[in-house]
């Protein structure tokens, strides 16, 4: 006879219990890609125009190549606005499974395992939450836009988010009234090369102001500067290096990095662990059929760290600025 041992009180497990319940798919992020750079004076013009084209579009999208502090300057943005209360304001990354139900509202299951109920996503808990205090201002930070189909995220409220159809009524699936007022501000990053871009496009070219983020050398210089650990050749050869990349990006869109991959660089070690984890990869994949010029930019990195009698890479008055 088989010796059965029975298992008793068995608890069953939840969604939320295995990460995959509504909260945790709707992944939050604090909007910054570079917590310990200095927070941006009021008078800074960046800021300044964000928040005056907030004030008159509603929405503003940052759109640049990888590192070039989207994510950072939308924190800012959003710090200014809610005046640091995080209990006004939402950041959330977007993602290619990310949905209708995450952001706006979907059926969950009941804590009790009972059945389902309607559930509030993150976008809809903050826009009742501006209604409830027209006086107050609150903001979404989205990162990553275009990772997802906007058009299913947002559905119908893509339409009432644009300025002039705030306050307009309108009506959920789930047969809820809403209404998306003017107290309540979007700001949004995205890649320019990603999949989805022509759809964000397509979307929000009339309802938002977008920013471009190039990469730039006087920040870059400007943040070096501030680290001020490297040998001032070798941050030089850099700035050098930094602008000829760049210049190749008009060819090669895909080339182009930010500033803000320097962020952490206080000597030549931790300068290298850039390249050795981070850009060697980036460029490998950006020049992966042009070997001509992918073995110029790796041989110019090197060069960076060349002794003195060494030739050097071409400095950014040499080359032509992106």
């Known amino acids: 006879m088989t010796d059965v041992t029975l298992i008793k009180d068995v608890r069953e497990l939840s969604a939320d219990d295995l990460d ?53 300057l939308a924190g800012q943005v959003a710090d200014k606005i ?27 299951p009941k804590e009790d395992a009972s059945g389902f109920e309607p559930r509030d996503g993150v976008f809809l808990r903050l826009v009742r939450e501006a209604n409830k205090h027209p006086d107050t201002d609150y903001v979404i930070v989205i990162d990553e836009l275009s990772r997802a189909d906007v058009g299913r995220v ?23 009234p809403c209404s ?25 070219e009339r309802r938002f102001a977008k920013v471009d983020m190039p990469p730039r050398r006087d920040l870059l210089e400007e943040l070096l500067n501030r680290n001020g650990f490297l040998d001032e050749t070798v941050q030089r050869r850099l700035l ?51 070997p001509e010029t992918r073995i110029e930019i790796m041989n110019g990195w090197a060069d960076i760290f060349a002794s003195p009698a060494d030739q050097e890479v071409p400095t950014a008055d040499e080359t032509a600025s992106p």
């Open 154 to 176: 947002f559905g119908e409220a893509l339409t009432y988010i644009e300025r002039s159809k705030r306050g307009q009524n309108f009506v959920l699936p789930s047969g809820k």
């Open 20 to 72: 995959i319940g509504y909260e945790h798919r709707a992944q939050i992020s604090h909007g910054s890609s570079a917590p310990d750079a200095p927070l941006l004076h009021s008078d800074d013009p960046r800021l300044k125009t964000i928040l005056r084209l907030l004030r008159r579009f509603g929405g503003v999208i940052l759109s640049g190549p990888p590192g070039t502090s989207k994510s950072w």
């Open 82 to 108: 809610t005046e640091g209360h995080d209990d006004r304001r939402a950041d959330i990354q977007f993602h290619a499974s990310y949905q209708f139900e995450d952001f706006i509202e979907g059926y969950r």
């Open 240 to 290: 050098g290096w930094f602008s000829k990349i760049n210049a190749r990006s008009a060819q090669t869109p895909a080339a182009a990095i930010g500033h803000a991959y320097f962020a952490d660089v206080v000597d030549p070690e931790t300068l290298q662990e850039v390249w050795d984890y981070q850009l060697k990869h980036h460029v490998e994949r950006a020049f992966k059929y042009d």
């Open 180 to 204: 998306i007022p003017l107290n309540l501000y979007l700001i949004a990053t995205m890649n320019p090369l990603d999949r989805g871009v022509d759809e964000v496009d397509a979307a929000f």
